[in-house]
């Protein structure tokens, strides 16, 4: 049985991608409202706020392509959005944007084809995912992209080596696929800017960098290619400065050049407007009521309702009730107002839900204030994963889903979470980690707080973070070995081309490996961090919200983690959350206007 109708069912993986322990729980309509929801009778309707052809939930990169798109297709519409800001997480993002043959790529001489990419994609997914969803991604993606383009300012950038993520595939690209928003002036937003959701990370003041760039900052103290880059930056942020310019770039520009848009079509966006539930009348959705100024009201959707509310990473109840522990809301960087009230609303109506067990993982340092999504840190040269036992578990370098989807396997009997990736002093002089650039002194309240620790020998540092010494001893022994004979038999890392995205070149014969010799040495707490969750209102190839047996709902799209992932319980390569979220929200927005 396809895990899409079976939500319950334990999915096991390939190898590469680790496996994921423990069940979605299957979607059941909770909560009866009288003329709203799953109702068994009618009472008094919510004032009128308006009505429109489409109702679209959410500001993500999801809700706003879907208006756009509606709006392009001659349809009124509004998006209503939770937050005071817009954007969402994407906003907060990098803003990677997976989307095989798409007019950037192909124009930049990437050999892509659909066969290429049909075979990629089912390699990577495997059955999780029906074969006419993963169609309509592919063959909608690039449309979409060439439709952004002609309706808002936004321009993209191939993220040229940015490989897939699991190139080695039938279809992978090792030099990858995935693209970026170019620059875009943020005066074009004009008061709406101060509107935007900020940055998951600030730019460094007075440097316009995009996504690509960190690859290349966090090795400029020791590469030439490095210092070139961050004198790039410099400069684009100092031309910007001269002509007057507020330059946006990732998930600043990708949100700002979607409003934009809807500004350009008159498509009106209302804050501070969180969703309350969705009005059905004989089973169809025709409408939602939300709360505006305080109060309840209706807003009629002739044509169908398009949730694009996001996940539900800030729900601690939902996240206890759907997914492996230890969990919380403490760990992941999603936006704060991702709670799940437009799945729960989808499910009151009688959408089913699949997924719910999984999410955009990644490691993560609880870092005071927030967590940090660790990328180049745990791959760069120089440093290993240890569990609780003083042992590698995991290929280090292997894309960033796998590594906790491997901490929850094995975490119920050889724990791994949190886990603690360990450094000497020789990576410290060498690389940028986070935003401390090398040799500077870590903030004190990284130590403080238990989320780095710091010794001048590895029984020490053992110590401190209470696993055995001998253990760790003998583990960085054997890593050491591995690291000069350049080959990793124990884990594979640097096996895949994507293992060397986030390494330093002149490290060789490996550039994912480096022994660790020169004390102190460096611990940093490491635990299942996600960008947000990936489970939610099932939904078919024309972004229609499914019953549990499989008829779809008059007048309900989803797009985005409001909805189960087109990419199933796998990740295909940077971008792969917005490239979809993007995709459905425009296919949500055909299928509403008639024409898909």
Same mark, same amino acid.
């Given at each position: 049985?396809?895990?899409?109708?079976?939500?319950?069912?334990?999915?096991?993986?390939?190898?590469?991608? !680790? %496996?994921?322990?423990?069940? /979605?729980? *299957?979607?059941?309509?909770?909560?009866?409202? $009288? +003329?709203?929801?799953?109702? #068994? =009778?009618?009472?008094?309707?919510?004032?009128?706020?308006?009505?429109?052809?489409?109702?679209?939930?959410?500001?993500?990169?999801?809700?706003?392509?879907?208006?756009?798109?509606?709006?392009?297709?001659?349809?009124?519409?509004?998006?209503?959005?939770?937050?005071?800001?817009?954007?969402?997480?994407?906003?907060?993002?990098?803003?990677?944007?997976?989307?095989?043959?798409?007019?950037?790529?192909?124009?930049? !001489? %990437?050999?892509?084809?659909? /066969?290429? *990419?049909?075979?990629?994609?089912?390699?990577? $997914? +495997?059955?999780?995912?029906? #074969? =006419?969803?993963?169609?309509?991604?592919?063959?909608?993606?690039?449309?979409?992209?060439?439709?952004?383009?002609?309706?808002?300012?936004?321009?993209?950038?191939?993220?040229?080596?940015?490989?897939?993520?699991?190139?080695?595939?039938?279809?992978?690209?090792?030099?990858?696929?995935?693209?970026?928003?170019?620059?875009?002036?943020?005066?074009?937003?004009?008061?709406?800017?101060?509107?935007?959701?900020?940055?998951?990370?600030?730019?460094?003041?007075?440097?316009?960098?995009?996504?690509?760039?960190?690859?290349?900052?966090?090795?400029?103290?020791?590469?030439?290619?490095?210092?070139?880059?961050?004198?790039?930056?410099?400069?684009?942020?100092?031309?910007?400065?001269?002509?007057?310019?507020?330059?946006?770039?990732?998930?600043?520009?990708?949100?700002?050049?979607?409003?934009?848009?809807?500004?350009?079509?008159?498509?009106?966006?209302?804050?501070?407007?969180?969703?309350?539930?969705?009005?059905?009348?004989?089973?169809?959705?025709?409408?939602?009521?939300?709360?505006?100024?305080?109060?309840?009201?209706?807003?009629?959707?002739?044509?169908?309702?398009?949730?694009?509310?996001?996940?539900?990473?800030?729900?601690?109840?939902?996240?206890?009730?759907?997914?492996?522990?230890?969990?919380?809301?403490?760990?992941?960087?999603?936006?704060?107002?991702?709670?799940?009230?437009?799945?729960?609303?989808?499910?009151?109506?009688?959408?089913?839900?699949?997924?719910?067990?999984?999410?955009?993982?990644?490691?993560?340092?609880?870092?005071?204030?927030?967590?940090?999504?660790?990328?180049?840190?745990?791959?760069?040269?120089?440093?290993?994963?240890?569990?609780?036992?003083?042992?590698?578990?995991?290929?280090?370098?292997?894309?960033?889903?796998?590594?906790?989807?491997?901490?929850?396997?094995?975490?119920?009997?050889?724990?791994?979470?949190?886990?603690?990736?360990?450094?000497?002093?020789?990576?410290?002089?060498?690389?940028?980690?986070?935003?401390?650039?090398?040799?500077?002194?870590?903030?004190?309240?990284?130590?403080?707080?238990?989320?780095?620790?710091?010794?001048?020998?590895?029984?020490?540092?053992?110590?401190?973070?209470?696993?055995?010494?001998?253990?760790?001893?003998?583990?960085?022994?054997?890593?050491?070995?591995?690291?000069?004979?350049?080959?990793?038999?124990?884990?594979?890392?640097?096996?895949?081309?994507?293992?060397?995205?986030?390494?330093?070149?002149?490290?060789?014969?490996?550039?994912?490996?480096?022994?660790?010799?020169?004390?102190?040495?460096?611990?940093?707490?490491?635990?299942?961090?996600?960008?947000?969750?990936?489970?939610?209102?099932?939904?078919?190839?024309?972004?229609?919200?499914?019953?549990?047996?499989?008829?779809?709902?008059?007048?309900?799209?989803?797009?985005?983690?409001?909805?189960?992932?087109?990419?199933?319980?796998?990740?295909?390569?940077?971008?792969?959350?917005?490239?979809?979220?993007?995709?459905?929200?425009?296919?949500?927005?055909?299928?509403?206007?008639?024409?898909?």
């Amino acid at each position: 049985m396809n895990p899409e109708t079976d939500p319950a069912r334990q999915t096991q993986l390939p190898s590469r991608r !680790g %496996v994921l322990a423990g069940a /979605a729980g *299957a979607g059941v309509a909770v909560g009866v409202g $009288v +003329g709203v929801g799953a109702t #068994a =009778a009618r009472a008094a309707t919510p004032p009128l706020l308006g009505t429109y052809d489409v109702v679209v939930i959410g500001s993500g990169a999801a809700g706003m392509t879907a208006a756009l798109t509606a709006a392009k297709q001659g349809l009124t519409c509004v998006v209503v959005e939770k937050a005071p800001t817009f954007g969402g997480s994407a906003a907060r993002s990098g803003a990677g944007i997976w989307i095989p043959n798409n007019s950037v790529i192909l124009a930049a !001489g %990437v050999p892509d084809t659909p /066969a290429k *990419a049909a075979a990629y994609l089912a390699a990577v $997914v +495997g059955p999780d995912i029906p #074969a =006419a969803r993963r169609q309509a991604f592919l063959a909608h993606g690039p449309a979409m992209i060439s439709f952004v383009m002609a309706n808002s300012p936004l321009r993209f950038r191939w993220m040229e080596g940015y490989s897939d993520y699991y190139p080695e595939l039938p279809g992978g690209l090792p030099n990858g696929r995935s693209i970026e928003p170019d620059q875009l002036d943020g005066n074009v937003l004009g008061a709406e800017l101060a509107n935007l959701n900020p940055p998951y990370l600030a730019v460094p003041s007075g440097m316009v960098v995009f996504s690509a760039d960190y690859k290349w900052l966090a090795l400029s103290a020791v590469n030439a290619k490095g210092t070139a880059v961050a004198v790039e930056c410099l400069a684009r942020g100092t031309k910007a400065a001269l002509l007057g310019q507020k330059p946006l770039t990732m998930g600043q520009a990708l949100a700002g050049g979607l409003r934009a848009g809807l500004a350009s079509a008159g498509v009106p966006v209302w804050l501070n407007t969180p969703l309350t539930d969705l009005y059905l009348e004989s089973g169809t959705v025709t409408g939602a009521v939300v709360t505006r100024n305080g109060t309840p009201g209706l807003l009629r959707a002739r044509r169908g309702v398009i949730v694009g509310s996001g996940g539900f990473e800030h729900n601690a109840a939902m996240r206890n009730q759907y997914q492996q522990q230890p969990i919380g809301t403490e760990w992941t960087v999603g936006a704060k107002e991702n709670t799940g009230d437009g799945i729960r609303a989808g499910e009151r109506a009688g959408g089913s839900l699949a997924l719910m067990d999984d999410a955009w993982w990644g490691p993560a340092i609880p870092l005071p204030g927030e967590p940090y999504f660790c990328l180049a840190e745990r791959t760069l040269p120089g440093g290993l994963l240890v569990n609780a036992a003083g042992s590698r578990f995991v290929n280090e370098a292997g894309p960033y889903s796998d590594v906790v989807h491997t901490m929850y396997e094995r975490n119920p009997t050889d724990p791994d979470i949190p886990a603690w990736l360990i450094v000497d002093q020789n990576y410290r002089n060498r690389y940028l980690f986070k935003d401390v650039a090398p040799t500077f002194v870590l903030p004190a309240d990284w130590y403080n707080s238990g989320a780095a620790y710091k010794a001048w020998n590895l029984d020490a540092l053992a110590t401190s973070i209470g696993v055995p010494p001998a253990a760790l001893r003998t583990t960085v022994s054997r890593f050491n070995s591995l690291a000069l004979n350049g080959d990793d038999t124990d884990f594979g890392r640097g096996d895949s081309a994507y293992d060397h995205y986030y390494t330093d070149p002149a490290v060789l014969p490996n550039s994912c490996l480096a022994p660790l010799w020169l004390p102190p040495y460096y611990a940093f707490r490491i635990v299942p961090g996600d960008l947000g969750t990936k489970g939610g209102l099932r939904t078919d190839a024309r972004a229609r919200v499914l019953r549990a047996d499989g008829t779809a709902i008059p007048g309900l799209y989803a797009a985005g983690n409001a909805s189960a992932a087109v990419m199933g319980h796998s990740y295909a390569g940077a971008g792969s959350t917005i490239g979809p979220a993007m995709t459905f929200g425009y296919v949500a927005a055909l299928a509403a206007a008639g024409v898909l």
